[in-house]
């Protein structure tokens, strides 16, 4: 399936509320592709509630497609990119991208970014995550190479940019390497 073929799906099927590509071969080309042509079409999926692109080989998908991906679906409330070779690269390049473009994903509630290595995340990044997601109640970061400096990072960032998790209800992080001190501090802010 090309870039060029998704976008036409979603051209077709502007009620579109939910899509599982879940496990399809999907590549990370083919997404930046799709994403590029529906920009270029003007294809905008404003009824996409759930997507689900997870276990596919996303590694070569930028950032900055990813945070156009949140400008074209800006009713999407769940979004799964699970188990698929993202990187702590690409998601900093996502947050900057969206903070600087003024990406806001108000109607975000789950993200599901288990099992990706994010261990060159830095705690600005995630912090910025939360900023362009006040609504988010369900984060799953489980088994994505935390470390504890990152974690700590994150939680000064936080505290300095005064952001506050106050939609968060579900915070997993199963599976990194944290010390007690980082979850403590953690729970100070949710």
Known sequence: ??????????????????????????????????????????????????????ENDLSKMSGCSLALLFAI??????LYLSNCSLSGVVINDMSKECINRGVKMECMRILNMYDNDLSKIIGCSLVSLFAITPKLDKLNLGNCS???????????????RGVKMECMKHFDMYGNKMSGHSLASLFAIS
């Open 1 to 54: 399936m090309s870039g060029c073929s998704l976008a036409s799906l979603f051209a077709i099927t502007p009620k579109l509320e939910k899509l599982h590509l879940q496990h399809c071969s999907l590549s990370g080309v083919i997404i930046n592709d799709m994403i590029k042509e529906c920009i270029e079409r003007g294809v905008n999926m404003e009824c996409m509630r759930t997507l689900d692109i997870s």
């Open 73 to 78: 679906t800006p009713k999407l409330e769940t």
């Open 146 to 160: 935390l470390s504890c400096v990152i974690i700590s990072d994150m939680i000064k960032e936080c505290i300095n």
